[in-house]
């Protein structure tokens, strides 16, 4: 295995474009492109399941078997949730030295439709519990094993698996290029909307694939908070309230005697104004236009299984104008580790700005806040709205095309984030304009796939010595 590069390079501020370059191609000395295919697990990997046990001793225990239960079900459910151990895995292979804002868990499934303040709908990055600075590859690198691992439980064979990613990195390394040679402004008005989506379903997908895609834009847009009210609500004694849907959505009422539920609420009022103080001063005063109705635990995700999760029915100028907001717990990235702790001292506010930097237009209601939960401990927190305009894709539908197409728009999109906050010129120098990054990452996605089928191995065979609980439930 190549060594190990723990340094970080970085140009002298407002550095010329040569200079940048130069650094780029300073670091291909350093770590080789073709060194990062390497992987193969040292002699002292840690026990994956360790990994897993740590992160849910800290989490509610009623709802960690339904975290073991959902990545029992596939490899790729397994995927999901390890984010940490995969981050412990990466801090063992080469870096480049140059670093950007990483999402920390860039799985394919977390890049999907969202909307725009301006009712635009978009395609992005979602999920940013892990994001912290650090090696833009292992963005990349997750990403690109994401795909081997759908291409496999789809019984596509081996070239089709590496042309899916080798499209997928050639795009991120083309787009690189491309921000490295735009003015610093174009590069952060840069983004993927509707319209862009259109036109590159008619020139890449099928009829069937087009079909696809217009019918999941039209799904986005119903889903927002009137939708959710809708779902997730009933009437009671003439109001509406959250119901319960035991263990995925619990009502607060349902999880404490009335003095405490009334105690809780009373928090919950305290944590939403006080979590409007982190908005924009035109958000706090739309907030402000409603009032907090019910609370409701919920169960999110795969690997958010298990952390702390509430929603929140608030509603505006009658019954039928519902606003629901998500708080979701904030712990310490599972990079953390193996880059450095959090320059912000509440990881609410770490997801908060990591999101706000990566992402071409964020949520309104992004904030965060700090509240001490049930059990009394103090917990950081970040909000958005629960649902907007939300689409997600399906992999297990996609043809071999079908998911080539998908991974070229990951990577346009994993690229324009990275260009954002990291060196896009060095980076661009890095990658260069042949393909040997992109035939490193073929070869090491296909060798992470085989360590992520191990490792779901070896979670399944836990549950079935009794040494891990799990509970499958269906996702809500």
């Given at each position: 295995?190549?060594?190990?590069?723990t340094?970080?390079?970085?140009a002298?501020?407002?550095?010329?474009?040569?200079?940048?370059?130069?650094?780029?191609k300073?670091?291909?000395?350093?770590?080789?492109?073709?060194?990062?295919?390497?992987y193969?697990?040292?002699?002292?990997?840690?026990?994956?399941?360790t990994?897993l046990?740590?992160?849910?001793?800290?989490?509610?225990?009623?709802?960690?078997?339904?975290?073991?239960?959902?990545?029992?079900?596939?490899?790729?459910r397994?995927?999901?949730?390890?984010?940490?151990i995969?981050?412990?895995?990466?801090?063992?292979?080469?870096?480049?030295?140059?670093?950007?804002?990483?999402?920390g868990d860039?799985?394919?499934?977390?890049f999907?439709?969202?909307?725009?303040?301006?009712?635009?709908?978009?395609?992005?990055?979602?999920?940013f519990?892990?994001?912290?600075?650090?090696?833009w590859?292992?963005?990349?690198?997750?990403?690109?094993?994401?795909?081997?691992?759908?291409a496999?439980?789809?019984?596509?064979?081996?070239?089709?698996?590496?042309?899916?990613?080798?499209?997928?990195?050639r795009?991120?390394?083309?787009?690189?290029?491309?921000?490295?040679?735009?003015?610093?402004?174009?590069?952060?008005?840069?983004?993927?909307?509707?319209?862009?989506?259109?036109a590159?379903?008619?020139?890449?997908?099928?009829?069937?694939?087009?079909?696809?895609?217009?019918?999941?834009?039209?799904?986005?847009?119903?889903?927002?908070?009137?939708?959710?009210?809708?779902?997730?609500?009933?009437?009671v004694?003439?109001?509406?309230?959250?119901?319960?849907?035991?263990p995925?959505?619990?009502?607060?009422?349902?999880?404490?005697?009335?003095?405490?539920?009334?105690?809780?609420e009373?928090?919950?009022r305290?944590?939403?104004?006080?979590?409007?103080?982190?908005?924009?001063?035109?958000?706090?005063?739309?907030?402000?236009?409603?009032?907090?109705?019910?609370?409701?635990?919920?169960?999110?995700?795969?690997?958010?299984?298990g952390?702390r999760?509430?929603?929140?029915?608030?509603?505006?100028?009658?019954?039928?104008?519902?606003?629901?907001?998500?708080?979701?717990e904030?712990?310490?990235?599972v990079?953390?580790?193996?880059?450095?702790a959090?320059?912000?001292?509440?990881?609410?506010?770490?997801?908060?700005?990591?999101?706000?930097?990566?992402?071409?237009?964020?949520?309104?209601?992004?904030?965060?806040?700090?509240?001490?939960?049930?059990?009394g401990?103090?917990?950081?927190?970040?909000?958005?709205?629960?649902?907007?305009?939300k689409?997600?894709?399906?992999?297990?539908?996609?043809?071999?095309?079908?998911?080539?197409?998908?991974?070229?728009l990951?990577?346009?999109?994993?690229a324009?984030?990275?260009?954002?906050?990291?060196?896009?010129?060095a980076?661009?120098?890095?990658?260069?304009?042949?393909?040997?990054f992109?035939?490193?990452?073929?070869?090491?996605?296909?060798?992470?796939?085989?360590?992520?089928?191990?490792d779901?191995?070896?979670?399944?065979?836990a549950?079935?010595?009794?040494?891990?609980?799990a509970?499958?439930?269906?996702?809500a």
């Amino acid at each position: 295995m190549p060594r190990k590069t723990t340094s970080t390079a970085r140009a002298p501020r407002h550095a010329t474009p040569k200079e940048r370059a130069a650094l780029g191609k300073k670091a291909r000395r350093r770590s080789p492109r073709s060194g990062h295919a390497e992987y193969q697990p040292s002699a002292d990997r840690p026990d994956p399941l360790t990994i897993l046990e740590a992160q849910s001793s800290t989490r509610v225990a009623e709802l960690v078997p339904i975290r073991y239960g959902r990545m029992t079900e596939s490899p790729f459910r397994f995927y999901r949730g390890a984010a940490a151990i995969m981050a412990s895995d990466l801090a063992a292979t080469p870096r480049s030295g140059l670093t950007a804002q990483l999402c920390g868990d860039a799985h394919m499934l977390n890049f999907r439709l969202l909307a725009s303040p301006e009712r635009r709908l978009m395609f992005d990055i979602n999920d940013f519990d892990e994001t912290l600075p650090g090696p833009w590859e292992w963005d990349v690198k997750r990403l690109s094993a994401s795909f081997v691992i759908a291409a496999r439980a789809n019984g596509y064979d081996d070239a089709e698996r590496a042309h899916i990613v080798r499209h997928t990195v050639r795009s991120y390394r083309e787009a690189m290029i491309r921000f490295a040679g735009m003015r610093t402004l174009d590069v952060w008005y840069a983004k993927v909307d509707a319209t862009q989506l259109e036109a590159l379903a008619t020139e890449r997908l099928a009829g069937r694939g087009r079909r696809n895609l217009s019918r999941a834009m039209a799904k986005a847009r119903t889903r927002d908070s009137l939708q959710a009210f809708d779902k997730l609500t009933e009437t009671v004694d003439g109001r509406p309230v959250i119901a319960a849907d035991p263990p995925l959505l619990v009502p607060a009422g349902d999880l404490l005697p009335d003095a405490e539920h009334r105690a809780l609420e009373s928090r919950f009022r305290e944590l939403i104004e006080r979590y409007g103080r982190t908005l924009q001063s035109d958000r706090r005063a739309l907030l402000s236009e409603y009032r907090l109705v019910d609370v409701a635990r919920k169960v999110v995700g795969v690997g958010s299984v298990g952390t702390r999760c509430w929603i929140f029915l608030l509603l505006g100028r009658d019954d039928r104008d519902p606003l629901f907001l998500q708080a979701k717990e904030a712990d310490s990235s599972v990079l953390a580790a193996h880059v450095g702790a959090s320059a912000y001292r509440n990881q609410g506010e770490r997801v908060v700005s990591g999101q706000r930097l990566m992402q071409a237009t964020s949520d309104i209601f992004l904030g965060w806040e700090r509240v001490d939960g049930i059990d009394g401990r103090r917990r950081d927190f970040y909000v958005r709205q629960l649902r907007d305009w939300k689409g997600i894709a399906a992999p297990e539908t996609m043809v071999p095309r079908g998911m080539e197409a998908f991974g070229e728009l990951c990577g346009v999109t994993l690229a324009r984030a990275h260009a954002r906050s990291g060196d896009r010129i060095a980076i661009a120098s890095y990658l260069g304009k042949g393909d040997s990054f992109d035939r490193a990452l073929v070869t090491f996605a296909e060798a992470y796939a085989d360590q992520n089928e191990r490792d779901h191995q070896s979670l399944v065979d836990a549950v079935a010595a009794g040494r891990l609980p799990a509970e499958r439930t269906e996702q809500a």
